[in-house]
T-cell receptor, first 109, second 115 residues
Framework: DAKTTQPPSMDCAEGRAANLPCNHSTISGNEYVYWYRQIHSQGPQYIIHGLKNNETNEMASLIITEDRKSSTLILPHATLRDTAVYYC??????????FGSGTRLLVRP | GAVVSQHPSRVICKSGTSVKIECRSLDFQATTMFWYRQFPKQSLMLMATSNEGSKATYEQGVEKDKFLINHASLTLSTLTVTSAHPEDSSFYICSIKGATSYEQYFGPGTRLTVT
């Protein structure tokens, strides 16, 4: 079973920041938080991952709370092409990605 | 990230026949490959994990004799759906992982329709 819970859907206006929350209250100390997204009928695309510290790359920022029980993916300036299902996944030492239901993000023009 | 291809991208087959789906890592040594399937409006479900040169490990509820996985090289894994039935119609997606990295990179998927 997936170890994460996410809201089923969210929307934001184009050009605004999209903040996608994720709860992972049972995460263990050595488990990473990964974010992927899937645009309709395509394979998932890696976005970012982190363990304890906040992370940033060219696509997004990942903010992990100090107790590691939740995190937020931030798309700083959402575009229409960011409309997708976003998956927050906790990866254990087996390296398996167990997908939950994800958050369907709709970016409005 | 790594470039992963799948072939074919779409396939239609008749019930009772077998279908082979290829997953290739074009620029990355994939020591581990994963196979997923995704039914319409559902999330991805992990089917099996394969390490190069070893037998695949299947998730609970996935029949190993029905979904044959071969991972003979660091760049190629195949999934064969044997004696396909309409309920096997799905989107099949592979992902790859290297020996020293945590990230997994996904292929574009193969849509299988069994008539």
């Amino acid at each position: 079973d997936a170890k994460t819970t996410q809201p089923p859907s969210m929307d934001c206006a184009e050009g605004r920041a999209a903040n996608l929350p994720c709860n992972h209250s049972t995460i263990s100390g050595n488990e990473y938080v990964y974010w992927y997204r899937q645009i309709h009928s395509q394979g998932p695309q890696y976005i970012i991952h982190g363990l304890k510290n906040n992370e940033t790359n060219e696509m997004a920022s990942l903010i992990i709370t100090e107790d590691r029980k939740s995190s937020t993916l931030i798309l700083p300036h959402a575009t229409l092409r960011d409309t997708a299902v976003y998956y927050c996944i906790v990866m254990d030492s087996s390296y398996k990605l167990i997908f939950g239901s994800g958050t369907r993000l709709l970016v409005r023009p | 990230g790594a470039v992963v291809s799948q072939h074919p991208s779409r396939v239609i087959c008749k019930s009772g026949t077998s279908v082979k789906i290829e997953c290739r890592s074009l620029d990355f040594q994939a020591t581990t490959m994963f196979w997923y399937r995704q039914f319409p409006k559902q999330s991805l479900m992990l089917m099996a994990t394969s390490n190069e040169g070893s037998k695949a490990t299947y998730e609970q509820g996935v029949e190993k004799d029905k979904f044959l996985i071969n991972h003979a090289s660091l760049t190629l894994s195949t999934l064969t759906v044997t004696s396909a039935h309409p309920e096997d119609s799905s989107f099949y997606i592979c992902s790859i992982k290297g020996a020293t990295s945590y990230e997994q990179y996904f292929g574009p998927g193969t849509r299988l329709t069994v008539t």
